[in-house]
T-cell receptor, first 113, second 111 residues
Framework: SQTIHQWPATLVQPVGSPLSLECTVE??????LYWYRQAAGRGLQLLFY??????ISSEVPQNLSASRPQDRQFILSSKKLLLSDSGFYLC????????????FGPGTRLTVT | LAKTTQPISMDSYEGQEVNITCSHN???????ITWYQQFPSQGPRFIIQ???TKVTNEVASLFIPADRKSSTLSLPRVSLSDTAVYYC????????????FGSGTRLLVRP
């Protein structure tokens, strides 16, 4: 069966510090991968999605970036965090090319102080 | 991508049937409709998906009229544990890589 992991589970970082969040998927190959952010009490904001290694599409221009160095690894990064980067970060995967549902990871709660 | 509109919130009582409607007026021919459920501090979880008419699974039903400009998620006999946010997504084969969630409907089930 497929499993999706995210770490860390929680993170408290000062403004201006760098960020690296990691997501890995097990049990499938060539998944579509997604990063979402959810501010407190709000809906999910799509940040990045990837259909293959090295292929990243950005939905929201901001100080975040994403990379996919391996087929089942998706990394979200920032060089300098802003207060507005606080939120719940969710990684998701789905099979590509059809009407498949997304599967979400447990999420990372990021607080920028 | 088709834009979706849902009620911001709904209240219900245990044992009642709850119907949440999503409007998607500019849905394309190849688009399909998917509903997710999200509990606090968790990622959304797939509930049901459909293209037209009616789809039913063990937890919900999805009703899609002939014009497909809206869809209704039906939750039979809700319990307190159904209190959650429900999202409707519309996506198609052409844009299936990009999946954008709307604001969702916050359902509160009261005892």
């Amino acid at each position: 069966s497929q499993t999706i992991h995210q770490w860390p589970a929680t993170l408290v970082q000062p403004v201006g510090s760098p960020l690296s969040l990691e997501c890995t998927v097990e049990g499938t190959s060539n998944p579509n991968l997604y990063w979402y952010r959810q501010a407190a009490g709000r809906g999910l904001q799509l940040l990045f999605y990837s259909v293959g290694i090295g292929q990243i599409s950005s939905e929201v221009p901001q100080n975040l970036s994403a990379s996919r160095p391996q087929d089942r690894q998706f990394i979200l990064s920032s060089k300098k965090l802003l207060l507005s980067d606080s939120g719940f970060y969710l990684c998701a995967w789905r099979r590509g090319g059809g009407w498949y549902e997304q599967y979400f990871g447990p999420g990372t709660r990021l607080t920028v102080t | 991508l088709a834009k979706t509109t849902q009620p911001i919130s709904m209240d219900s009582y245990e044992g009642q049937e709850v119907n949440i409607t999503c409007s998607h007026n500019n849905i394309a021919t190849n688009d399909y409709i998917t509903w997710y459920q999200q509990f606090p501090s968790q990622g959304p979880r797939f509930i049901i998906q459909g293209y037209k008419t009616k789809v039913t699974n063990e937890v919900a039903s999805l009703f899609i009229p002939a014009d497909r400009k809206s869809s209704t998620l039906s939750l039979p006999r809700v319990s307190l544990s159904d209190t959650a946010v429900y999202y409707c997504l519309v996506s198609g084969m052409d844009s299936s890589y990009k999946l954008i969630f709307g604001s969702g409907t916050r359902l509160l089930v009261r005892p």
